[in-house]
T-cell receptor, first 117, second 112 residues
């Protein structure tokens, strides 16, 4: 079946540094990928929609200059948390669906646990 | 807009008990409905889905029926196991939107 790979699975960084998270669709092409953020014991909050070859669409309240998204190919989207601060510590999850398949369930990566010290 | 209302947890059951997690939705048009499961420290896995009214999704002993008249998609399992302990999310996709709208999640703990 379709698989979405997310890397790294966890990362610890110092405040002020930047962290890049990769999301890959391994056996299908995904023109659209989604980035979610999940706080402990809460639901997933959509941060942005990543579109291959164009700018990402950010949800209200999400800082586009802080959370940089690049969707350079049909199988790869990256999320870079710039100048990270402790409040950015969270669980980040990406998802993707097969290109052109209506109603197709989204496939999720295993998430990245970011801890900013 | 679209929304998903999910039974609040946490839910604690003994092994082999019957499980129901309620989910109701509001959506424009005819949404596709999903249940996802999240095990500790992991991402989400699709558990089951239904794409039209009266469809029943099933997987690993879990079932949910798409009820258009009550706008519901309740998750059920006849006999839960300890390994079913996880967080369960009800979700929908509606219209041309490709992103999921999630419920708040229900934490299930099954005790031996």
């Amino acid at each position: 079946g379709a698989v979405v790979s997310q890397h790294p699975s966890w990362v610890i960084c110092k405040s002020g540094t930047s962290v890049k998270i990769e999301c890959r669709s391994l056996d299908f092409q995904a023109t659209t990928m989604f980035w979610y953020r999940q706080f402990p014991k809460q639901s997933l909050m959509l941060m942005a929609t990543s579109n291959e070859g164009s700018k990402a669409t950010y949800e209200q309240g999400v800082e586009k200059d802080k959370f940089l998204i690049n969707h350079a190919s049909l199988t790869l989207s990256t999320l870079t948390v710039t100048s990270a601060h402790p409040e950015d510590s969270s669980f980040y999850i990406c998802s993707a669906s097969r290109q052109g398949v209506g109603g197709s369930p989204l496939h999720f990566g295993n998430g990245t646990r970011l801890t900013v010290t | 807009g679209n929304s998903v209302t999910q039974m609040e947890g946490p839910v604690t059951l003994s092994e082999e008990a019957f499980l129901t997690i309620n989910c109701t939705y509001t959506a424009t048009g005819y949404p596709s409905l999903f249940w996802y499961v999240q095990y500790p420290g992991e991402g989400l896995q699709l558990l089951l889905k239904a794409t039209k009214a009266d469809d029943k999704g099933s997987n690993k002993g879990f079932e949910a029926t798409y009820r258009k008249e009550t706008t519901s998609f309740h998750l059920e399992k006849g006999s839960v196991q300890v390994s079913d302990s996880a967080v369960y999310f009800c979700a929908l996709i509606s219209g041309s939107a490709r992103q999921l709208t999630f419920g708040s999640g229900t934490q299930l703990t099954v005790l031996p």
